[in-house]
């Protein structure tokens, strides 16, 4: 996934800019007004340099970023276990050995210096979620 993001962010993540990464997480159930009303939501104002999901949920988050001109970055479900985050969910950390997995998304693409600014929202269906983190994408 670093090659992917590395691309996907070309000279930005490069120049060591920081970059703002979507993590997000969805049950299958999720649908794209429901995901681009939480991004919506949750930037603020504020335009990511990518989008992070979980590869199981690509197919889902895919056109949303599409939608948006952004990279989507997808995490392994192994990547994801044991990555620390604010957010805490038990059936989540027994599921993906993480507290939330928006966060953990966002944190593992934000790369180096990693730090949620924006803690998980869940979507108004209750089928989404979404954090932001800021980083030096490497």
């Not at 649908?31 to 504020?46: D, Q």
């Not at 970023?65 to 620390?84: E, F, I, K, M, Y």
């Amino acid at each position: 996934w670093q090659a992917r993001l590395a691309r996907g962010l070309s000279g930005r993540a490069m120049a060591g800019v920081a970059v703002i990464v979507a993590g997000m997480g969805c049950s299958t159930r999720a649908r794209l007004p429901e995901l681009r009303a939480l991004l919506a939501h949750v930037t603020a104002g504020r335009r990511p340099d990518a989008i992070a999901c979980p590869e199981a949920r690509a197919a889902q988050i895919r056109p949303l970023a599409d939608s948006l001109n952004l990279p989507l970055v997808t995490v392994s479900r192994a990547a994801l276990r044991g990555v620390q985050t604010p957010g805490h969910s038990a059936r989540i950390k027994a599921t993906f050995g993480t507290g939330c997995v928006a966060e953990a998304c966002a944190l593992l693409v934000a790369g180096r210096g990693a730090r949620i600014i924006a803690a998980r929202q869940i979507s108004e269906v209750r089928q989404a979620t979404c954090a932001l983190a800021q980083g030096e994408g490497q």
